[in-house]
């Protein structure tokens, strides 16, 4: 089955979509010749829109995104745990906010692991906990009207509107423009350092022996 999409300017490429077996093909096409112009989605969209469905959904519709709910509220959890079980008390606590390069590769995989937890544990934990509060929306919302009930009449803005609509700004880093989108990518970074020297340290103290 084809679907022809056309605009007003009728000197423009058109539009049309290819469905066969549940597979749809995008494709421009010269309105005068016929000849195929190519994809209608160029592979940077694709891949862009790729690593958004993984994002948000681990690839697999809304039951991967009910887990990645799930998964947020554990990260959340975890920074809690982890930062339990780092504090190394009040007269070392301040050897652990600095990565030392001295001794085994093992040594230095948990200094990094250390300091890197110090510095990111507020911005993991906000990420996590912002990441269950976007999948799991209603609850949240449910709890502002129930507290502040909506004004029919005025629609004044509510103060828990207003938080909610923080807690996405927080975690995509919607707020100061273009530099706090720069810090946030940068930032990022400290997720999968976290996540391989942890994984290091657990094959390294479990698997391992």
Known sequence: MAEVISGTNPEAAVEVWLDRDGRTRKRWFDPYTGRDLGEAVPLVIKVFAWMLDLHDNLLAGETGRTVNGIGGLLLSVMCVTGAVIWWPGVRNWRRSLIVRRSGSWTRFNWSLHSAMGFW???LVFVWGATGFYLVFQQPFMAAVDYFEPLDLESFEPRVGDAILTWLGRLHFGRFYGLP??????????????????????????????
């Open 120 to 122: 990111g544990v507020l």
């Open 180 to 209: 706090m989108k720069i810090l946030y990518t940068v930032l990022g970074l400290a997720l999968p350092v976290l996540f391989v020297t942890g994984a290091l340290m657990w094959w390294n103290r479990v698997l391992r022996r």
